[in-house]
């Protein structure tokens, strides 16, 4: 499936050391799923984590869903170990904490081989040299985590999150520059289903890809929020079709609802279908 069109509304973090959260993700109608062994698993069950992960991910029913693996940084005492172990796993990604330069996805990549790499933005350092890491050519996803940039950036929360508009900027400039995927931070009141909404939508609107999420609750929201809705899928397919009847005519230019139709609005309307059809063939 083409990167564009693949959903990527809802990424979940589930801890890789709990075997019932493990055994639940697999009927969450969920597009991706973060295995974390990071900031899930206490320092006690990180060892052992590698093998429930390890297990849980051969068991597989995890059907269409992409499986990305958090590893702990390499800059841990578990790291090293953690990369080793995901590099044989049946996932789709790796994803490294606190990226803050290509030169950390090289030492991983060194690692684990040809895997594709996720990088976690999180730091105001991944922040400015976000062009540069979304340029190495084994990385293939930015997940912002913004509970850490905004302790590093000392701010208040604000629903508007304007304190962080600057890094989110940035690294959407950049993973939108290279063409990889890019999916918002979490919303920690996991119970307040109108302000995730409400910040989901802002998201979108960015031009993040979808949302992290840290329980089963919010998925729905994520899901509908960075889904294309019906009338912009109703919009794309007469776009299409005046675009086309325009050309094959050859006279003058396409108009919808008042609005010029030029080839880059259709550009738009195709990988609205597209992502569409994905989400369609993902929940059939």
């Not at 993973?175 to 409400?198: H, P, Q, T």
């Amino acid at each position: 499936m083409d990167q564009r069109a693949r959903p990527f509304r809802s990424v979940l973090y589930i801890p890789g050391s709990k075997d019932r959260a493990l055994e639940k993700a697999r009927g969450l109608p969920v597009d991706a799923i973060i295995f974390d062994l990071e900031d899930a698993v206490a320092p006690d069950e990180k060892v052992n984590a590698r093998t429930t992960l390890t297990d849980a991910l051969t068991q597989g029913g995890y059907g269409n869903r992409m499986r990305i693996v958090r590893i702990n940084g390499l800059d841990t005492q578990w790291g090293e170990a953690d990369a080793k172990a995901a590099a044989v796993m049946d996932c789709d990604a790796v994803l490294l904490p606190k990226v803050e330069s290509a030169a950390q996805v090289d030492a991983l990549a060194a690692l684990i081989g040809d895997k594709p790499v996720w990088a976690m933005m999180e730091t105001p350092r991944g922040m400015l040299n976000a062009a540069e890491i979304a340029a190495h050519p084994q990385l293939t996803g930015f997940v912002m985590g913004t509970n850490d940039l905004a302790k590093e950036l000392q701010t208040r929360f604000r629903p508007d999150r304007l304190p962080m508009m600057a890094g989110l900027g940035l690294c959407l400039l950049a993973a939108k520059a290279e063409g990889i995927v890019v999916v918002d931070g979490v919303y920690n009141a996991f119970k307040d289903a109108d302000g995730l909404k409400v910040e989901c939508d802002q998201g979108r609107d960015m031009g993040f890809d979808g949302k992290t999420l840290i329980h089963p609750a919010q998925v729905d929201v994520a899901n509908a929020a960075f889904a294309p809705s019906e009338g912009e899928i109703d919009l794309a397919k007469r776009q299409i079709v005046a675009f086309e009847e325009c050309e094959a005519s050859g006279q003058g230019v396409a108009v919808v609802d008042g609005k010029i139709v030029e080839n880059l609005h259709v550009v738009t309307a195709r990988e609205i279908l597209a992502k569409a059809d994905a989400i369609a063939a993902l929940e059939g």
